[in-house]
């Protein structure tokens, strides 16, 4: 084998290869204009050189596609696509290199595509399926019009790349090369990451990463001809993926790296060993276990186990959307009516657990409390689909779950509410004792009988009865003690106060004293009694209709929100329609006040200060509490001063809890523009970055004591802050910006670059407020920051 030299074997191969064939196919490197291919004609691809990869038409279902695949597999392998997503064409189709130098696909008579789809390309020379696996369209003096490698499907090749910003999209499966559930996306910020599609690829999307964010502009994923996938360019030297242990310097192997329709980007190597034929090799996989792979069950169903088939399961009370698609995920054929009739829900229904499970949805609820009321806490509360319990917090979640996943690595417990048709008639009509209890498949059926053998056995009844009424009074006792007139679920460690609306009205002296209005309504002064204490009250106006049960969830959930920059809400009343809200009074007025009313500018010092109280605050909300939370309406005027001019963000948490497929919210904010992330305007997710820009916007207007937008200024382009500041900085010229005030140089140009970096158009380019933070104090380098939006 070894004394075989290399053209030998090359043309051994090639002479193997063409008498294999079907079809008589043309070896020639060069396409010239006038050469087509059709299905049904004698030439249905062209060949590169090595006779190893095919450009032309290939068989799906009862239909052909154009595309580039390896040939002499075992199993086809295709690299790439035409527009993969348009429906196969009949075998009357032909692709033709016209003379007046177009790629023209004929589907049938009169209906012609062109290949590529370009608006207005250049006229096409020739043509060549390069040895690469690279088909080109050259134009005059062989220049480069167009070329497959630009534009890659599922598949990279050696000597590819896959650019900044660009993506690979998994296929549906091996036989349909159609857009499938996942795209690996090189990121702008050189980060190399898995996502399901339809998800907001947002970090809790995210399912794989090549580690490498923030190294900068540019970054690639390249794959070399020997075999080696690593990431290169911006800050990067090289950040190796995977080494293929089979070089292939001499052409006898093809390497190939593929997002697969699992959702796993794997490194094959197709071998092309003398007469042997070829062979494939997996030389490494970005996960072994294809739970890991978010998304890859659907709603309500989890994934479990490590092999690869049937790794999805419904849920308790749930059932495939199609049996023969288990991936599709699961449906409930009962319908929550029947809970928000009810009286007493509880009794509709049965908790059963699963253990070790783990999703990674946000809960809208989390309160520390005892297994039992936790479940107890769910069967009540019409929203709740299922709860989590880790340990000592419940977290409540609503339907339809996603990312759900079983692992022995998992120590939470789920408990799922499933509505119990088999009790519901012997079961004695309310009774709060029994409802409750946590209950599996077999005690379900004990209790049957148990319920059964009541009816007979009076007496036992008559005994159980009375225990039952006083356990049941004690239970009522209890829950109205600890909040009015329901049970909500909440526990005595959050102190909110209920209040009543008679209550506030003489507090506030009948809503005397209005202190502001904000989006939700207007705010008023008041005083209460107890330590003669003075309150801020907040009437809601314009909040969405929503039952009692939702505001309350969202209240316990602003009411564990503990933080030095968050104000504080004291309590609420909800009476009918009216609901308020109670928190501290802030006695020394906005930030919008401070910066742009006051008679003097507030000291740099006491700037910077507020500058990182504000970021502090929201990166509070977005990380550290339980339940995340986008505020979606920072601006100066929400930003509010207490008596030792602590900076404390207000009107949080009101938006709407951040609920993924819901962040963009029907909240009917007026955010003002000027704050307003340019996302807001495009029909896309809102995320937490989105509240970044809106503070880059503030920490702009901190700086420069002014507001965004101001009229009354010396010259035409300072009306705009962002693009005042922006030209400033560019200019060098960021004195400008502060007039004659004592300030540190130093401490300015970082304040400016962090405002640019969170105003940029791109969320992914705007750093995460963690990053803002530890960049405002000088702990982070600040690259140059790009152009930002400029309105
Ligand atoms: C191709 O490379 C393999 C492994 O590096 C080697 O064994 C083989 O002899 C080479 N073939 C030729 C024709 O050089
Ligand atoms: C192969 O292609 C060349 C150039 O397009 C053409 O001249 C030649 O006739 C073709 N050969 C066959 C067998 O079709
Ligand atoms: C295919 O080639 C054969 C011989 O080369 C020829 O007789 C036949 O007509 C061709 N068929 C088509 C559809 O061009
Ligand atoms: C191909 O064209 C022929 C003649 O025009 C027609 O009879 C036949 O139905 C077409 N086949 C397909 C699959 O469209
Ligand atoms: C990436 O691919 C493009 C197009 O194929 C090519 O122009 C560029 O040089 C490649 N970059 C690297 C670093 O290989
Ligand atoms: C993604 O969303 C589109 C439109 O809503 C839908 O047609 C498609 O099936 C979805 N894809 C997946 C994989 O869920
Ligand atoms: C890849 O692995 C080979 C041996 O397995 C080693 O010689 C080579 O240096 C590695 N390449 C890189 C870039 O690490
Ligand atoms: C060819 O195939 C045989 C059996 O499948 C195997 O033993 C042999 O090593 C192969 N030769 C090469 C060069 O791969
Ligand atoms: C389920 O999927 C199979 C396979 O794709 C399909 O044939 C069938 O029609 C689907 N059933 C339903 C109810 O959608
Ligand atoms: C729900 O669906 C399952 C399976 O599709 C069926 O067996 C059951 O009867 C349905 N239940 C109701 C209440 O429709
Ligand atoms: C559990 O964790 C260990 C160590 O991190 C890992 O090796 C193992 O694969 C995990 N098990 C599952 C089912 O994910």
């Known amino acids: 084998m070894t004394s075989i030299s290399k053209p030998v074997l090359l043309l051994l191969l090639v002479f193997s290869l063409s008498i294999d064939s079907s079809a008589q196919q043309n070896h020639s490197n060069v396409i010239n204009l006038g050469s087509s291919l059709s299905p049904s004609a004698n030439h249905t691809s062209w060949l590169s050189p090595s006779g190893l990869f095919a450009f032309g038409f290939y068989q799906q279902g009862d239909g052909f596609l154009i595309g580039i695949w390896l040939i002499h597999q075992t199993e086809k392998t295709i690299i790439w696509t035409a527009n993969r997503d348009d429906p196969p064409v009949s075998s009357n189709a032909s692709l033709d290199l016209t003379r007046d130098g177009k790629l023209l696909l004929k589907i049938e008579q009169g209906v012609e595509k062109l290949i590529p789809q370009m608006p207005d390309p ?51 499966s091996t036989s349909d090369q159609s857009s499938g559930r996942f795209f690996l996306q090189m990121q702008k910020d050189g980060n190399l990451v898995g996502y399901p599609v339809n998800s907001s690829a947002e970090s809790d999307d995210a399912y794989w990463s090549s580690n490498t964010p923030n190294s900068g502009l540019n970054v690639q994923l390249i794959l070399s001809h020997i075999g080696i996938l690593f990431l290169g360019g911006g800050d990067l030297r090289e950040h190796i993926l995977a080494n293929s242990s089979y070089p292939s310097k001499n052409r006898t192997a093809i390497h190939r790296a593929t997002l697969d329709a699992d959702g796993i980007f794997r490194l094959y190597l197709h071998r092309f060993e003398s007469s042997n034929g070829s062979d494939v090799l997996r030389e490494w996989s970005a996960l072994s276990n294809l739970c890991e792979v978010k998304g890859i069950c659907g709603f309500n169903s989890y994934c479990s186990g490590m092999g690869n088939k049937d790794v999805c399961k419904c849920y308790p009370g749930f059932h495939f959307i199609n049996a023969s698609k288990k991936f599709l995920g699961c449906y409930k ?34 309160v520390q409390m005892e297994k039992e009321d936790c479940c107890k806490s769910c069967l009540e509360d019409c929203n709740c689909g299922a709860v989590l319990y880790t340990g000592d917090e419940c977290t409540k979640f609503k339907l339809p779950l996603r990312y759900g996943r079983v692992s022995e690595n998992f120590s939470y417990t789920a408990f799922f509410k499933v509505i119990r048709d088999d009790l519901r008639i012997p079961l004695p009509d309310h009774n709060p004792s029994l409802a409750p209890t946590v209950l599996t498949e077999s005690k379900r059926s004990l209790i049957l009988i148990l319920s059964i053998s ?66 939700f309504g207007a705010v008023y002064k008041g005083t209460i009694s107890e330590g003669n204490k003075a309150i801020a009250v907040k009437r809601l106006e314009k909040v969405v209709e929503e039952g009692q049960r939702e505001f309350r969830a969202e209240m316990t959930a602003i009411a564990r929100t503990h933080h030095r920059n968050l104000i504080r809400l004291l309590g609420f009343c909800i009476e009918g329609s009216r609901k308020l809200l109670v928190y501290e009074f802030m006695s020394n007025g906005s930030l919008a006040d401070l910066l742009f009313k006051a008679e003097m500018r507030p000291i740099w010092k006491e700037r910077v200060r507020i500058a990182l109280d504000v970021a502090k605050g929201i990166l509070y909300l977005h990380e550290e509490c339980e339940v995340h939370i986008i505020h979606c309406n920072i601006k100066p005027q929400n930003i509010l001063l207490d008596d030792t001019w602590t900076a404390k963000i207000s009107d949080f948490g009101l938006a709407k809890l951040l609920v993924p497929n819901q962040s963009r919210t029907t909240m009917g904010i007026e955010a003002k523009v000027g704050y307003l992330a340019p996302e807001w305007q495009k029909n896309v997710l809102v995320s937490v970055k989105a509240d970044t820009y809106s503070f880059g916007i503030v920490l ?72 803002v933070i530890l960049m405002l104090e000088g702990t982070m380098n600040i690259p140059v920051p790009p152009s930002p939006v400029l309105i």
Request: aromatic letters at 12%; hydrophobic letters at 40%; one cysteine or more.
């Open 122 to 172: 250049s006229p096409v020379v020739s043509a060549a399926m390069l040895d690469s696996g690279n088909f080109v369209l050259y134009g005059n003096d062989f220049s480069v019009i167009w070329e497959s490698f630009d534009f890659p499907t599922d598949t990279i090749l050696g000597g590819q790349n896959l650019s900044s910003g660009y993506k690979l999209v998994s296929s549906v």
């Open 333 to 366: 054929n009962s319908s929550d009516d029947d809970c928000r009739r009810s009286k007493h829900p509880s009794i509709l229904y049965s908790i059963v657990p699963l253990e070790n499970m783990g999703w990674s949805d946000y809960p809208y609820s989390v």
């Open 454 to 519: 009541l009816g007979s056995i009076s007496g036992f009844c008559f005994i159980f009865a009375i225990y039952s009424f006083f356990r049941y009074r004690r239970q009522l006792f209890r829950y109205r003690r600890l909040l009015g007139n329901a049970n909500l679920g909440l526990t005595e460690e959050i102190t909110l106060r209920l209040f009543s609306y008679s209550e506030l009205e003489k507090a506030t002296d009948d809503f005397k004293e209005e202190l502001g209005r904000g989006s």
């Open 700 to 771: 702009l207007e901190i700086v420069c004591c002014r507001s965004s937008i101001e009229i009354n200024v010396p010259t035409a382009d300072e009306i705009i802050l962002s693009t005042w500041v922006y030209n400033c900085y560019m200019a060098g010229e960021l004195d400008k910006l502060v007039e004659d005030e004592n300030v540190d140089i130093m401490a300015l140009e970082r304040m400016v670059k962090v405002g640019l970096w969170c105003i940029q158009e791109d969320p992914a380019l705007r750093p995460s407020m963690k990053s």
